[in-house]
Structures are given as structure tokens and as C-alpha cells.
């Protein structure tokens, strides 16, 4: 399944320079077939199908907070989002980046809030103010990451859920 992730990894780069070119393409490698599909408004989907198993991602296509199981920042706004999962592997995540003007103890106290059993590491520097909380339930661990760079305007907020079979 390596093998498959890492060409996956390399297929989202590819999506990258074929957007724009083709609506849809396909790419034979000698580890399996790479399809990259251009879709409107930014989307891009590329599967990628092996030996191994098939493994999807999904950039920009948009994601709720029922399907990423975190809370929205309100008035943040959308950067990019994404996912990916991998076929009768039963893994799979969700991302989401996103931006606000409120600092990041504002925030910090807002999913701080909504996930009062979350781990908290946090780390400050001359340059940046960092804050990671994770939770782990069962197969599923959710990740909030928010970070401000020092001279920044926007405070970045990343989402992630990840899934994995047992």
C-alpha cells in the first residue's frame, strides 16, 4: 500500500501540471494507472489503481463539518480542502484549511471549547505561535493545528480527520 500512497503523492503533482490541459488523463506507470480529472470551480480528483489497492484524492471539493466531525471556525474562510481514502483498506482522511483574522488564543479557546478531552502541545517562538490538539476516538483521531506567523495577518487553521480500519 506504500508503493500506492507514494504514487498517489506524486499523482497530486501531476494533477497540478494537468489541470488546464485536459478535462481528464490518464497515465500508465509501471506501479499501476494514475487518473487525473479536472473538474470546475478548482476541483481535481486523481485515483490512483495498482496492485494494491485503489487510493482517491479529492482537492478543493469542499468539506463539511459532518464530514470532517470538527466544528467550522466561524468567518474563517476556505483555503483548501481536501481527501483521500483508500479502497477495501478502510483508511482514509479529511483536511481543511482554513483562515482567520482572530488570534490564535481566540482560536484555541473555541475548539479548546469543543474538544475538552483534546491533547495540547503548544509552542511559541520569536517567529511563530503554535497550537496542536488531537483527540483519538477509536479508529478515528481528529487534529486541529493553528498557527500565526509572526508578522502575519491571518491566523491558518488546519482540520484533519483520519480514519483507519482495526
Known amino acids: 500500500m506504500r508503493s500506492v500512497l507514494a504514487l498517489g503523492l506524486c499523482a497530486l503533482l501531476a494533477a497540478a501540471a494537468v489541470t488546464g490541459c485536459a478535462k481528464k488523463?490518464?497515465?500508465?506507470?509501471?506501479?499501476?494507472?494514475?487518473?487525473?480529472?479536472?473538474?470546475?470551480?478548482?476541483?481535481?480528483?486523481?485515483?490512483?489503481?495498482?496492485e494494491e489497492g485503489t487510493v482517491t484524492?479529492?482537492?478543493?471539493?469542499?468539506?463539511?463539518?459532518k464530514?470532517?466531525?470538527?466544528?467550522?471556525?466561524?468567518?474563517?474562510?476556505?483555503?483548501?480542502t481536501g481527501t483521500w481514502s483508500a479502497?477495501?483498506?478502510g483508511k482514509g482522511?479529511?483536511?481543511?484549511?482554513?483562515?482567520t483574522s482572530d488570534s490564535v488564543e481566540d482560536v484555541r479557546a473555541f475548539y479548546k471549547k469543543r474538544l475538552p478531552n483534546a491533547k495540547e502541545?503548544?509552542?511559541q517562538t520569536g517567529d511563530a505561535h503554535m497550537v496542536n490538539?488531537?483527540?483519538?476516538?477509536?479508529?478515528?483521531?481528529?487534529?486541529?493545528?493553528?498557527?500565526?506567523?509572526?508578522?502575519?495577518?491571518?491566523?491558518?487553521?488546519?482540520?484533519q480527520k483520519m480514519e483507519e480500519s482495526k
Do not use: C, H, W
Open 93 to 99: 482522511a479529511v483536511t481543511a484549511a482554513l483562515t
Open 121 to 123: 502541545v503548544t509552542a
Open 87 to 89: 479502497e477495501g483498506q
Open 57 to 65: 484524492f479529492e482537492a478543493n471539493k469542499g468539506v463539511s463539518e
Open 25 to 50: 488523463k490518464t497515465i500508465s506507470t509501471p506501479e499501476g494507472e494514475v487518473t487525473v480529472e479536472e473538474r470546475p470551480g478548482g476541483e481535481a480528483k486523481v485515483t490512483v489503481e495498482g
Open 67 to 80: 464530514e470532517i466531525g470538527l466544528p467550522i471556525y466561524p468567518g474563517a474562510k476556505a483555503q483548501q
Open 133 to 159: 490538539l488531537a483527540v483519538e476516538e477509536g479508529n478515528v483521531k481528529k487534529m486541529v493545528q493553528i498557527m500565526r506567523e509572526k508578522d502575519a495577518t491571518e491566523t491558518q487553521i488546519v482540520l
